[in-house]
């Protein structure tokens, strides 16, 4: 028997590597997009959220029958509702008021049971979505705080799985590694690993929003969702996610977000792929880099997650027109746009 698992668990990760053939037509150097839209919970998270959980099983902050808490709008949440699905806990996932009925009815068809609270919040609010969690988990007996933000096994499991995925699906030739900076846990984990067996030879470049800090700008908000880095009004530190090792990366690119949206919707119309518009900001920074390239170069782009989970956004003419996309008008966001 081939490609058969004893579990859900065992079919994280193992995601195709799929050139990309009209986008990048011309351009110097071939580019390989990384389909984690293709895990079981439909994206790159499913990853970490495999890794945490079984790390916190080993050293014993969470023992059988538990209580697997965190704060998330999104993958994370459904990634760890899987994991902890199948090895018996209970989940409770504190989400933003503003996230979509679908991603809230997925998480319940997992079984989690989901908090909702005020989004908009600076990090500093006691209802702040992590705050919450936190204390939460706080009270639960039985209760283990995810923290993907601050969790160690979040980077790990990419030196563990996507880092050597990507070497041996390039037999060794990827030159260039580009992946969008949310938590930092998949630039950095990968990036780590293929700087590692490369002796330093892969660069690493990190794909941020234009006005995210991550890559210099100054924090207002933008439309791209779960990636870089933005300051809610009264926030007072900037503080970065401890799973985001800074010092992996050679480069960060950062990407507007007309460029990342249109790069989405051609990537479903030229390529076939529907991706999410992390993917799509992240894969119209490796066409950047890979313009100044040659053949013998090899750039590998992540597309986190599936544009499904966005169709009544960047695939929706009305949502474009509303936000100034169609017709040129384009504004920045407010931060109540962001629904
Ligand atoms: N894109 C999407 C759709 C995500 O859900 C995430 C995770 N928040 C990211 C990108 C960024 O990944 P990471 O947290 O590993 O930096």
Redesign the pocket.
Known sequence: MTHVYESVLDAVGHTPLIRLNRIGEGIGAPVYLKAEFLNPGG???DR?ARHMVLAAERDGTLRPGGVVVEG?S???GIGLAIVAAQRGYRTIVVVPDKTSADKLAVLRAYGAEVIVTPGGLPREDPGHVSQLARRIADETPGAWFAN?YDNPA?PQA?VDTTGPELWEQTAGRVTHYV?????????SGTGAYLKRVSDGRVRVIGVDPESSTYGGGDGSPYYV???GHYLHPGTVEDLWPQ??HTDVLDAVERVGDRDAIETTRALARQEGLLV?A??GAAVAAALRVARGLGPGDLVVVVA??SGR?YLSKYFDDGWLLRNGFLDGTGTRPVLGDLV
């Open positions: 994206s790159v998270k970490a998330t999104g993958n994370t993907q979040n990419h992946a969008g900076i949310g938590t930092g846990g998949t630039v969702e779960s990636i799973s985001f999410g992390s993917g986190p997650d989970n």
